[in-house]
């Protein structure tokens, strides 16, 4: 199953998802495609499993995080997180933005979902551990606005800028760190 997960990214990310198929992922592959279909009915349910793949690996490295910055400040911890999570999109960001453009269109979401779900409890259960730190009311708000944003924008950043040095990556890890921070703690300005 690994080797046809990995046949299918290297496919999508040298072809496209519309010229992939299940024939060129088998043969890429090394099996026949009556192998592939034994484990995967379809082109969809091979990209799907890729994706599922994907996002479980940048929601352990979400975790991971988590667990490194429990004894920060809220600021510091937001900081690491946020460079934590550019981290995890530069695992391989064309093959990201694949999965962004295509998943939608697949209708096979349930997996990826249920991953969503769990990395928006890991944030909404830190925000929580953080409440006395946080002026916000509504944490399930609070944890939807803070996830989406930095998802959003840590994406965009690898997609649109992939030549960033260190410089730069720095400078966006402090503007978004300011923006979420004011956003939780509008009392206090960031440091």
């Given amino acids: ?12 990310v040298r072809e496209g998802y519309d010229r992939a198929s299940t024939n060129r992922i088998a043969a890429l592959a090394g099996v026949s495609v009556g192998s592939l279909y034994q484990y995967f009915p379809n082109k ?8 599922a793949r994907h996002t479980r690996e940048m929601l352990q490295l979400l975790q991971d995080a988590m667990e490194e910055v429990a004894t920060l400040d809220l600021e510091s911890a937001l900081r690491e997180l946020i460079r934590a999570m550019i981290e995890a999109h530069r695992i391989d960001p064309v093959l990201h933005r694949i999965f962004d453009e295509q998943v939608p269109r697949m209708g096979q979401l349930a997996e990826i979902e249920a991953i969503e779900r769990e990395t928006f409890a890991l944030v909404r259960n830190y925000l ?7 002026a916000v009311a509504d944490l399930d708000t609070a944890t939807f606005i803070c996830v989406t944003t930095v998802e959003t924008l840590t994406h965009e950043f690898v997609i649109q800028r992939r030549e960033a040095g260190k410089g730069e990556q720095a400078a966006f890890v402090e503007e978004i760190t300011r923006m979420i921070f004011g956003y939780l703690r509008p009392d206090l300005p960031a440091v």
Avoid: F, K, N
């Avoid at 969809?44 to 994706?51: F, G, I, K």
């Avoid at 929580?128 to 946080?134: F, H, S, V």
């Fill in 1 to 12: 199953m690994e080797a046809l997960l990995e046949a299918t990214a290297r496919i999508l």
């Fill in 44 to 51: 969809e349910s091979l990209v799907t499993a890729l994706v």
């Fill in 128 to 134: 929580e551990a953080r409440r006395d730190e946080i």
